[in-house]
């Protein structure tokens, strides 16, 4: 029968030293990687609608519509603006565009140049578009506008996220 191994002062010093720092180390760096990961982890606030209008107020001709978000980047909480072009069509339906140009991130307005009275029109680089937001071919742009979902409940207009086209 072999004998069981012996262990020297030195080792023992060594193993009950590195454990207990090895211990020590995972205690520091767990808060570290908790705070590095936990945004990825946090639900996405997706699907939320936020209230914008009363229904009465749009009408066939595009109007600009405001509306304050809080919005959540990690830890850092703000309230932004959010803005829309909405108007009514002629089937009823409520369509809401972004003003953002697609070209290079101008605002775009409705019928603000004389030249062009019923389309949008990006005044930093002349991008057009038509009042559905289809980009003019021979502008800047090079696609639509982005529009936002809709909805409506107990007569009031509820805007949701961006959907590109």
């Given amino acids: 029968m072999s004998e ?5 002062r030195r080792q023992f010093l060594n193993y009950t030293l590195t454990g207990l ?12 990687v908790r705070f590095a990961i936990d945004p990825v982890f946090k639900p996405a606030a997706a699907g939320d609608f936020h209230s914008v209008a009363d229904v009465k107020e749009v009408t066939n001709e595009p109007q600009r519509f405001e509306w304050e978000v809080e919005q959540v980047d990690a830890w850092y909480e703000s309230t932004i603006q959010k803005t829309a072009w909405v108007y009514r069509k002629e ?7 972004s003003p953002i140009c697609t070209h ?25 578009y038509t009042k559905d937001g289809v980009n003019v071919p021979g502008t800047p742009p090079t696609a ?8 409506v409940e107990e007569g009031m207009l509820y805007l ?6």
């Fill in 160 to 165: 949701g996220e961006e959907i590109a086209r």
């Fill in 4 to 8: 069981p191994k012996k262990v020297s």
């Fill in 144 to 151: 639509p506008l982005p529009v936002f979902e809709t909805k």
């Fill in 91 to 97: 089937d009823d339906e409520i369509i809401a565009l």
């Fill in 104 to 128: 290079l991130g101008c605002t775009v307005d409705w019928a603000s140049n004389e030249e062009y009275p019923k389309q949008f029109f990006c005044p930093c680089h002349g991008g057009r």
């Fill in 21 to 32: 720092g090895g211990f020590m180390a995972a205690g520091m760096m767990a808060p570290m």
